[in-house]
């Protein structure tokens, strides 16, 4: 009793199919010899108005056969699949939790006036744990297939998840495991601890649509660490909405699914100048190849909206929509779609881009320079915005879009007033500009659309977009320009 370990824990973490872990098994990648899955049962504890949570600490009892371990983990960024953090483990009891050994630890303040009997249980997870300790290019790895369930209160999800765990060496090592390992399942990028998992289950939005979360960057960041933050909080956005498509064909999931791919693609732009090279247009080729694979779906979605009215048209676009959306699901379980993000991680984790002097440069003077040159482009094109052919604006609203997501990105770094201000000015011309060049593409983009669709169907599609008020729409985006350039300029103080 009483021994206590820190550690700092590197760990990428993958969900899998149910029949995924079988086929680990059977595959014999870690040695002849049979390894006999242990039993664990957690429980998760917090205060009633979630002190643990909002902190960013989780606190667990584990019980494995007749010993229990309390660990405590504090978030050290979740970079989608690949879990960095700090934790405590000491041996208690039982699974009432012992915050005493924690009173010699950096992290006491986080508790606050927490004791063991204010803690409630919140989340409990039954796994069948199979571990194996791999030596893999001169590292050690210990593998965990994970099997059961997660509960809170009286709702319940399944797990199923693959967790490799450096021991000791290097994080290359890590990676490429975890692909030899996906020859014989597939993986998917994890980006929900199991007590995640839990907090989602408790909240009803397990399996659910997610939207962008803010990424908060602090100007004391390098260009580089600033990077990282970004993708990384695209991918988790990416993968929520890949998972919640994939279960229910979710209309909204898979919108969000393309949104974090232009917010991911957006990101590459905003930082070129840092990671430009053949890998940096590789993986902007591919996500580019990505995004057109739901396009089909994402345009159906959106003609079905309009279509209520007509029950034929409608019923017949609900027949288009599930071949598109069996693409959608065919290009996710495909090697190509389903290895694109494990790959791009890796990138971000390992590639040369991070041995740069950019790679430490003064995030802010980046910032400003970007996005004022972003913002310039745009200015003189839009200039003359009632000159654009239908082409030319479709263009220029994509740079409008790429502009919006990396002020989004970087909207921490001018939280001050008046700078707010103008940056919240900012954001919502760009939206209006946006919406009002969406609104003149809408028309142009009809025809195509009905050409791509079958005969019979064409005439109806046409009346579903009505030619918009093309000089009310250009007033209107405009106003915005205006106020665009009356709020431009905030990122240079």
Known sequence: MGRRTLAQEVELKFDIDP?????????????????????????????????????GLSLRVRRSGRCFVQTVKRDGGNRAGLFVRQEWESEVP??????????????????????????????????????????????????????????????????SELELELLNGVPDAVFDLAEEIAATAPLRLG?????????????????????????????????????????????????????????????????????????????????????????????NAELRWLGRQLSDARNLDVLIGHAEQDAEL???????????????????????????????????????????????????????????????????????????????????????????YATEFLASLYAEKPRSGRRDDFLDALKILQERLGDLNDAWTAEALAESLPEPLRPAIRKLHPVPDQQKALRSAGNALHKAHAAAGFWAG
């Open 191 to 283: 980006v929900l601890s199991k007590i995640e998992r839990g907090y989602a289950l408790a909240d009803g939005k397990l399996g659910g649509a997610a939207k962008a979360e803010p990424v908060d960057l602090t100007p004391s960041l390098s260009a580089g660490d600033a990077f990282l933050a970004v993708t990384q909080s695209c991918i988790r956005h990416f993968r929520l909405n890949e998972t919640a498509l994939l279960g229910t064909r979710n209309a909204e999931a898979l919108h969000q699914a393309r949104v974090a791919i232009r917010r991911l693609r957006s990101a590459l732009s905003l930082f070129r100048p840092m990671i430009e090279g053949s890998e940096q247009r590789h993986f």
């Open 314 to 404: 409608s019923s017949a676009l609900r027949s288009l929509r599930k071949e598109a959306y069996a693409h959608v699901e065919s290009t996710f379980r495909a090697e190509r779609g389903r290895g694109l993000m494990l790959k791009f991680v890796e990138w971000l984790e390992l590639g040369s881009w991070r041995q740069g002097r950019q790679a430490d440069r003064d995030l802010a003077a980046l910032a400003g320079k970007r996005l004022g040159r972003q913002w310039r482009r745009i200015a003189r094109d839009g200039e003359d915005v009632a000159g654009l052919d239908a082409e030319a604006r479709h263009r220029l609203r994509i740079r409008i879009k790429k502009l919006r």
């Open 94 to 159: 039982s699974f009432t939790p012992d915050l005493s050994v924690l009173d010699m630890l950096p992290l006491r303040q986080g508790l606050g006036a927490a004791s063991s009997e204010k803690l409630v249980p919140l989340v409990r997870t039954r796994v069948s744990r199979t571990a194996w300790q791999v030596r893999h290019n001169d590292s050690w790895i210990e593998v965990a297939l994970d099997e059961g369930s997660v509960t809170s209160g009286r709702t319940r999800a399944p797990v």
């Open 19 to 55: 029949e995924g872990g079988a086929a680990i098994r059977r595959a014999g990648l870690f040695g002849p010899r049979r390894v006999r899955p242990k039993r664990q049962d957690s429980i998760y504890y917090d205060t009633a108005d979630g002190a643990l949570r909002h902190a």
